[in-house]
């Protein structure tokens, strides 16, 4: 599986772009939607869905303009199916608008396996930063969302964050190879045992 890695602009997340034998799946527009377009372009790869780890408003922001051109499945867990309409549940309140973006049309729990390609995407459900966080395995690529970044953890104060649970999720990524890369939903990547030493430190 390759990994492309979209940066962000403003206080938008990263996107991935996921690559295997000509497919590809997309994680967290909320990029601006040129690199979007140019990465599917160079990469000569046919958009297969899109994958979002949770639901703020920073991970979509390119969701509408991208399936306008691209008019693929869109993943989200299944406890957070409304919050796209919501700007309340979005979190997009905060940057005083309300935003609200396309339905997802498949819905997530945890555990599943999606095929991209020869290869296969594991879903891994991380409750904590939102409700329905979700963590996406392949090979040995971790994406994770605002569930674990580099140097911390996603905020658990907004709509349907709970403490409790993310520490929770962190105990279930322990139990996966430290040597995997992980690829958070801001700033860069690292190595997911060292992400999680100093993960913890805040509980």
């Known amino acids: 599986m390759e990994i492309y890695t979209l940066s962000p ?11 295997s034998s000509g497919h590809a799946a997309l994680v967290d527009p909320g990029t601006n939607i040129r690199r979007i377009l140019t ?9 297969e869905y899109i994958l979002l780890t949770h639901a703020h408003f920073d991970h979509m922001e390119a969701l509408e303009e991208l399936l306008s ?4 499945p869109v993943y989200l867990h299944e406890s957070e199916k409304d919050f ?15 935003k ?9 729990c945890g555990g599943e396996d999606l095929s991209l390609g020869n290869e296969s995407i594991h879903i891994l459900h991380t409750p904590g930063h939102t409700i329905g966080s979700c963590c996406f395995l392949a090979g040995s690529i971790l994406i994770t969302g605002d569930t674990l970044f580099a140097d911390g953890v996603g905020r658990t104060d907004l709509f349907s964050g709970d403490e409790t649970k993310l520490r929770g999720s962190l105990e279930l990524l322990k139990a996966l190879p430290p040597s995997l890369s ?12 060292d992400a999680l030493d100093r993960a913890l430190l805040w509980f």
Do not use: Q
Request: proline fraction near 10%; include cysteine.
């Open 39 to 47: 990465a599917l372009e160079t990469t000569r790869a046919t958009l």
């Open 182 to 193: 992980i690829y958070p939903g801001h700033g860069g990547s690292d190595r997911l045992g």
């Open 84 to 98: 796209p309409c919501d700007p309340m549940k979005n979190a997009s309140f905060l940057v005083g608008d309300e």
């Open 100 to 108: 609200r973006y396309p339905t997802p049309d498949r819905l997530l």
């Open 9 to 19: 602009i403003s206080f938008a997340s990263n996107s991935y772009l996921l690559v």
């Open 69 to 72: 051109s691209h008019p693929v």
